[in-house]
């Protein structure tokens, strides 16, 4: 199955700052997917990232928010905009290897205070 | 759309018992169930996964039940050890093109050595 890296693992962020997290496949992949998992809780699907296209977010998540880059079809980048507290979560990356389901980078821990 | 549930939330077995997780999904055209296990500080690993054309399937000391007809499937872990310690989320896909994957809760397993 692909490996995904993921920077970076953890941070703390001043409410008003936003965070970029980086995302590295080490094949390539037509979509990336990008997920929040508040906590304690589950995954929330945050935005669908196609190489060449842009980003397919779902109900509730904007691009000016959390904008996302696709340059090529081994990497992507999230952004986290004018971080508030509610936006302290764990934000992972994955991708789809059917028949493997999905394969999640170890998740970016991030504190906004 | 989908909703998928997922109980309990938190279980608690001593070493060598077994545990089941049961989930429940709406969506009757949902036709992939892969199950995640999320230790801390990593991200989720697909662990076992079943497809709607099978009712059981077993991978050493885990197996996964689907019944369509009641819409639900459950996760067994025999024989537990400590290091099945961690959070468990089942999931429901519905392949259209892509996979489109709704996550449950999660359950919080403790297993006491």
């Known amino acids: 199955s692909a490996v995904i890296s993921q920077k970076p693992s953890r941070d703390i962020c001043q409410r008003g700052t936003s965070l970029t997290i980086q995302c590295q496949v080490d094949?390539?992949?037509?979509?990336m997917f990008w997920y929040r998992q508040q906590p304690g809780q589950s995954l929330t699907l945050i935005a669908t990232?196609?190489?060449?296209?842009?980003?397919?977010?779902e109900s509730g998540f904007v691009i000016d928010k959390f904008p996302i880059s696709r340059p090529n079809l081994t990497f992507s980048t999230l952004t986290v905009s004018n971080m508030s507290p509610e936006d302290s979560s764990i934000y992972l990356c994955?991708?789809?290897?059917?028949?493997?389901?999905?394969?999640f980078g170890s998740g970016t821990r991030l504190t906004v205070v | 759309g989908e909703n998928v549930e997922q109980h309990p939330s938190t279980l608690s077995v001593q070493e060598g018992d077994s545990a089941v997780i049961k989930c429940t999904y709406s969506?009757?055209?949902?036709?992939?169930f892969p199950w995640y296990k999320q230790e801390l500080g990593k991200g989720p690993q697909l662990i076992i996964d079943?497809?709607?054309?099978?009712g059981e399937k077993k991978d050493q000391r885990i197996a996964v039940t689907l019944n369509k007809t009641a819409k639900h499937f459950s996760l067994h872990i025999t024989e537990t050890q400590p290091e099945d310690s961690a959070v468990y989320f089942c999931?429901?896909?519905?392949?259209?093109?892509?996979?489109?994957?709704?996550f449950g809760a999660g359950t919080r397993l403790f297993v006491k050595a």
């Open positions: 994955s991708v789809e290897e059917t028949p493997y389901g999905y394969t």
């Open positions: 094949s390539q992949v037509t979509m």
């Open positions: 990232a196609n190489q060449g296209s842009e980003a397919t977010y």
């Open positions: 969506d009757s055209a949902s036709n992939y």
């Open positions: 079943i497809r709607s054309n099978v």
């Open positions: 999931a429901a896909s519905i392949n259209t093109g892509g996979f489109k994957t709704i």
